[in-house]
């Protein structure tokens, strides 16, 4: 077509123009499809997990029993009378996320309502800050500090018979890493609550606190939901700090004060041992990470779906 | 005319305020909503001066001029340090790019359809997705070359990379490549569409009104999100165990294709023994990585106050 027309208008001028045109309507084709791989890139790595976690999870299904793995109530693939039951694996990883959302949750929604509704605007801006950098810190940090620090000192305390790995300080570590996931995105959807709503109550006559725990935070309690849903899928799928603070001794147990693993602290263990690649063992870290990636990912999606859904009420 | 008297006693009786208790009800919520958000800073206060205190022994210049070692006194942290930068520069190089690429695409490129909004609610979900998961990932395409299904890298005549600071690099780039992506749309976003309108009202293509007027207004702001990602990576630790990455190494990377270990599973590797020393030395290592994370964040904050318009984040 450009040929076609080059011909007609006889001017150079023209021609070159027409040629660069067609040169720039190519060349922003090239990058516009650069662009889309690279933000297909997110997508491939989607697939990717999934199809790597099903196809070795499938393929350690056609060895071991769904059943046997979903409620086998004993975890001991490394041994020679091989037990494949996840169970003690997922109680390890609730009581944890269970013992740290008791910490996270109370504290960072203190902290979200002092931030939003008490601090002044100085001590906010040096508070939230502080409070992020808890988030910021490596979780091998928390790790080191729970064993050498937090557990000595609940042994010189509290509980004198705690072991050196325990579940106590595991709990108390990742709680505390949380807190800013629940004080951040709490602060956040506390100060979205329209002023309006809070003018009318003082207006009524309420004090703050009224004000506070019968206005605002009922207004603002999607978003405070989502962040707690978010802060326990994190304690969840925390590795580090729960690796090196509550040990290596799969057990189904209630007590905080025992050893016992988590499912990412599993696949750590399997993954610095000599498990040769490609046997049935070497396949239940890919079947742990699937049931981990299903249970956060459930847990994400429930709290998108509770921030999408009362997100504009009052907008 | 008795009624009266009886009658405003009632009624200040029905409506008694009680506004002293109340207010001080009050006023204790606050205090114990100061004391929740104090336990945070009080917790990192400990740490920090925890870790100063069982660290600063082996906290010298040795310490990072020395391989690991079995002796304690000659133990130091060279190969984890390097390995650290390596990996991290590694990812870098991958992230920056293709995340920023990505995060143009979809703000300044994809139609308003189901299909963003389908890549849009992937990328919040990977950030999402547990650390450890991406090791494993990283582990099956990148060390073992495969899928699980289909050929592998092997069956179609190409090297895996081993368990080395390309597959690190990899692996921790698709990990970040989410927060990555999204600092940069916000940064993106946060550009006034005027001087998206200017240009084209002069002729400008797509690409030539991002490239040279709506990128180096955002670029700050994807700096600073992206710098930040890193010091998040740098911290990482779980997904570098699981593509296996060795926890002892007497040498410094040579080349991407080298064998390396880092900051965070040398200070795992010694945090998980018994002896007092070694423990120590594990300290020491967690001030070298705070200093790293305190450098790239103090880089972060001075480009998003130097060049930004309150645009970073």
Redesign the interface.
Same mark, same amino acid.
């Given at each position: 077509m450009a040929i076609d027309s080059s011909s007609v208008i006889s001017s150079s001028g023209a021609t070159t123009r027409f040629r660069r045109r067609r040169s720039r309507r190519l060349s922003e084709s090239i990058v516009t499809a650069v662009l889309m791989v690279c933000a297909a890139v997110t997508i491939l790595t989607t697939v990717g997990i999934v199809a790597i976690l099903l196809a070795e999870g499938l393929s350690f299904f056609g060895e071991v029993s769904p059943q046997d793995f979903f409620f086998g109530t004993r975890w001991t693939p490394l041994f020679p009378s091989a037990g494949f039951g996840v169970l003690p694996l997922i109680c390890g990883t609730l009581l944890i996320a269970l013992g740290a959302s008791l910490i996270s949750l109370p504290l960072g929604t203190l902290a979200a309502v002092y931030l939003s509704e008490y601090a002044q605007p100085k001590v906010r801006n040096i508070l939230k800050p502080i409070l992020e950098v808890l988030a910021g810190v490596p979780t091998i940090v928390y790790g080191y500090f729970a064993l050498t620090w937090i557990t000595p000192l609940l042994k010189s305390t509290i509980f004198p018979d705690i072991g050196v790995f325990n579940a106590l300080s595991a709990m108390i570590v990742v709680g505390i890493m949380t807190v800013p996931m629940v004080s951040s995105i709490s602060d956040d959807s506390i100060r979205a609550v329209p002023a309006s709503l809070r003018e009318a109550a003082y207006g009524l006559g309420s004090t703050k606190f009224e004000v506070v725990t019968r206005v605002t935070f009922p207004a603002a309690l999607s978003g405070i939901v989502a962040s707690y849903i978010l802060a326990v899928s994190r304690a969840v799928g925390e590795t580090m700090a729960v690796t090196l603070a509550a040990g290596a001794s799969p057990r189904i147990t209630a007590n905080p004060l025992e050893s016992v693993q988590t499912m990412t602290a599993y696949i750590v263990q399997v993954s610095l041992g000599d498990t040769p690649q490609g046997t049935t063992v070497f396949r239940t870290i890919f079947v742990v990470a699937l049931t981990l990636f299903a249970i956060t990912l459930i847990m994400n999606l429930i709290s998108d779906r509770i921030v999408s859904r009362y997100k504009e009420r009052y907008e | 005319m008795t009624t009266d008297p009886s009658g405003t006693s009632f009624r200040s009786n029905l409506f008694n305020?009680k506004?002293g208790r109340?207010?001080l009800?009050?006023s204790i919520?606050?205090v114990?909503?100061?004391?929740?958000?104090l336990?945070?800073?009080a917790?990192?206060i +400990?740490?920090l001066v @925890?870790?100063w205190r069982?660290g600063i022994r082996y906290f010298r210049l040795e310490f990072l001029d020395l391989f690991p070692s079995r002796k304690p006194d000659q133990a130091g942290f060279k190969s984890a340090f390097w390995g650290s930068l390596w990996v991290i520069g590694t990812t870098a190089m991958i992230a920056f =790019?293709?995340?920023v690429?990505?995060a143009?695409?979809?703000e300044e490129?994809?139609p308003k359809n189901w299909v963003t909004k389908?890549?849009q609610? /992937? +990328?919040? /979900?990977?950030a999402?997705? =547990?650390?450890?998961?991406?090791?494993?990932?990283g582990l099956?395409?990148f060390v073992?070359g495969t899928?699980?299904?289909g050929p592998s890298l092997e069956d179609l005549g190409l090297n895996d990379f081993g368990r080395s600071v390309l597959t690190g690099g990899l692996t921790l780039a698709?990990l970040i490549? =989410?927060v990555v992506?999204v600092a940069s749309q916000e940064s993106l976003r946060a550009v006034p569409p005027s001087i998206r309108e200017a240009s084209y009202g002069i002729g400008a293509?797509?690409?030539q009104t991002v490239r040279h007027h709506v990128l180096p207004e955002a670029l700050p702001g994807v700096m600073t999100g992206t710098i930040l990602a890193l010091?998040?990576a740098?911290? @990482?630790?779980?997904p570098l165990?699981?593509i296996?990455a060795l926890?002892f190494i007497a040498f410094t990377p040579e080349h991407l294709l080298d064998d390396f270990t880092v900051m =965070?599973i040398q +200070?795992?590797n010694w945090?998980?023994r018994p002896q007092h020393d070694f423990?120590d030395l594990?300290?020491t290592g967690?001030m070298v990585?705070?200093i790293a994370?305190l450098v790239m /964040?103090a880089i972060a904050v001075s480009l998003r106050y130097r060049f930004g318009h309150g645009n970073g984040r």
């Open positions: - | 305020v506004l109340r207010h009800t009050g919520f606050g114990v909503a100061l004391l929740g958000a336990v945070g800073v917790v990192l +400990i740490m @925890e870790v069982d =790019p293709v995340g690429s990505a143009i695409y979809l490129y994809a389908i890549l609610t /992937n +990328i919040s /979900n990977l999402g997705v =547990p650390s450890i998961v991406y090791g494993l990932l099956q395409i073992r899928i699980g299904v698709l490549l =989410p992506i293509t797509r690409w010091s998040r740098i911290g @990482e630790t779980a165990i699981a296996g926890t =965070p +200070i795992y945090a998980a423990q594990a300290a967690i990585l705070l994370l /964040n």
